[in-house]
């Protein structure tokens, strides 16, 4: 699907791969990464290219909301949160990952919940 329009571009540069650094052009992020042990790494203090997807997933999860929210005249609260678990294995041919969201809508009662989730998506 294009974009009708680019409204945002970020943009990070990788040195080193698993084991290096990776920053915006903006400066707003700088962080070591580290291989985790599961993956055959020494795990370490940096993040990982699966925690910066779970982060940035949930977050941009949760704008998809507000916006589809915004449009269906329902206010989603501050206080929404989602915890996006992020996990990667081979598939057939390679690797892939897989996503699970856990979201809290305060003051939501389900069904309406469902309804905005699935709007979102």
Known sequence: MAL???LYTATATATGGRTGTAASSDGALSVN???????GGAGGAGTNPEQLFA???????????KAVGAGMKIKVPDDVSITSTVGIGPITGGF????????TLP?????A???LVAAAH
């Open 4 to 6: 009708d329009k680019v």
């Open 33 to 39: 990464l580290s291989t985790p042990r599961e993956l």
């Open 55 to 65: 982060a940035g997933y949930s977050a941009c999860f949760i704008g998809a909301m």
């Open 96 to 103: 892939g990952i897989q996503v699970a969201m856990a979201i």
């Open 107 to 111: 003051g939501f009662e389900r069904a």
């Open 113 to 115: 919940a469902e309804q």
